[in-house]
């Protein structure tokens, strides 16, 4: 692993912006991080994702005001930033006549209508599947939800933190028998995750309707998510069910070449060589152990299994002897997979993800500077290069006078409660 302090590693400058979905124009009615995410992906891939708010705006920009997430420097309401980056926004009362006419309007000149509303406030409100069509039969319906489009929980709120966390099995999966509270998700750990679902169904869907000229209706639910996550899980829950599997201490893995251990200032370094013949020279170099290398206890696979716990103390000294730092730059030219744990605030420093342009400085509304994970996906090795969330409503008038509208007649919406 390079040093954070490698020239060849400092931050780069990139002006270069992903356009693979230049042309494409996106709706999006939701709230909250979900399916909000999905847009952000769009938007950084492209499209023009036009956001339309109520006119208490989404309900995520009041968690800050609330003070159930504090501000970050500079104002920054980083729990708005992160799934609405790079969107216009607009400000509309769904529930008069004209704030759904002007949202028909939209419509009519979109590729995409992306949700979170729930089938009994779309259809309230005039804007499920059948409405949309009869104005755009060409239009990629998406709606993202809790526990999808069929059975008993079609209209039943849902969040990551219950939804894909605790119903869909991931708490459970990742909580040790032992531990008395079960383990917390991070915010929004399920709903970037969906977002980027979303966001790969819609280019699919987009695809298809160029070939075939038939417009997709496209679901993913947070619930589904989670058993995609967790899917060698699921599948051997019932393959094993009922048999006894073999388990193992947590200081006498099967092999201790897969392990975390911790160094001499109570930090932990992470083994991952699965192929555990194949590292296991270079490993003893690296440690200062080539004795090891030869003795007749460690020699392969299954000596060092038969030998695990001695093998385990010797490796847990081994790495206790320094402090992380110095095994960091020792191991940076080891062969076999491993890694140092990072917290999210050395992500910021990591070499890899600068030379790749992972975090991209924004601008709040605030007018503070700061760092936000870009999208997973590159193209043409080109980073992403986003802009920053809007402000509720920023962008009304000019998305109106875009749609054709003069200021007699914006001025007339707002004057009927239609807008923002």
């Keep these: 692993m390079p040093s954070r302090g490698d020239t060849a590693f400092k931050r780069q400058e990139f002006r270069f912006v992903n356009d693979v979905l230049a042309g494409i124009k996106v709706i999006e009615v939701a709230g909250w991080t979900f399916v909000p995410s999905a847009g952000a992906v769009l938007a950084e891939w492209g499209a023009d994702v036009i956001k339309v708010e109520p006119l208490t705006g989404d309900p995520q920009r009041g968690l800050v005001t609330s003070g159930l997430v504090p501000a970050g420097a500079g104002g920054v309401n980083y729990m708005m930033e992160v799934p609405n980056r790079g969107k216009r926004s607009i400000g509309l009362n769904l529930a008069t006549a004209g704030g ?6 939209l419509v009519r000149q979109a590729d995409v209508f992306l949700t979170s509303y729930l089938p009994q406030v779309r259809k309230k409100l005039g804007i499920d599947v059948d409405d949309l069509r009869a104005v755009n039969p060409d239009v990629i319906y998406v709606r993202g939800s809790g526990y999808g489009p069929r059975g008993p929980d079609v209209d039943t709120p849902a969040f990551d933190g219950v939804t894909y966390w605790a119903r869909g099995g991931v708490a459970s ?5 032992e531990a008395e509270f079960p383990v917390g998700g991070r915010p929004a750990f399920g709903d970037v995750m969906g977002g980027m679902a979303l966001a ?6 987009l695809l298809a309707r160029e070939r075939n000229g038939v417009a997709s209706v496209v679901d993913v639910s947070l619930l589904g998510l989670a058993l995609w996550n967790l899917g060698p899980d699921v599948a051997a829950s019932k393959l094993y069910e009922g048999v006894e599997l073999p388990s193992f201490r947590r200081d006498e893995p099967p092999n201790p070449l897969v392990s975390y251990y ?3 200032d109570d930090r932990q370094i992470c083994l991952m060589m699965l192929q555990s013949d194949r590292y296991w020279p270079d490993l003893c170099r690296h440690l200062g152990l080539d004795g090891s290398i030869a003795d007749p206890r460690y020699a392969d696979a299954a000596a060092r299994f038969q030998n695990r716990a ?11 002897s320094r402090t992380y730092a110095q ?10 997979p491993w890694s140092g744990m990072q917290t999210a605030a050395e992500l910021h420093d990591d070499p890899a993800a600068l030379a790749n342009g992972y975090l991209p400085t924004l601008t709040a509304t ?5 760092e936000l994970a870009a999208n997973p996906v590159q193209f043409d090795e080109t980073p992403a290069s986003p802009s920053g969330a809007p402000e509720h409503g920023q962008h009304t008038e000019e998305i109106l006078l875009d749609l054709g509208l003069g200021w007699d007649d914006i001025d007339r919406h707002k004057q009927q409660g239609d807008i923002l």
């Design 100 to 105: 759904r006419d002007l949202l028909l309007a």
């Design 173 to 177: 999966a990742l909580t040790p028998p």
């Design 200 to 205: 790969g169904g819609i280019s699919a869907a």
């Design 262 to 264: 911790r160094t001499g």
């Design 310 to 320: 001695e093998l385990y103390r010797l490796l847990a000294e081994t790495f206790a």
């Design 327 to 336: 095994w960091v730059e020792a191991l940076a030219t080891l062969a076999g």
């Design 366 to 370: 605030s007018g503070a500077a700061f």
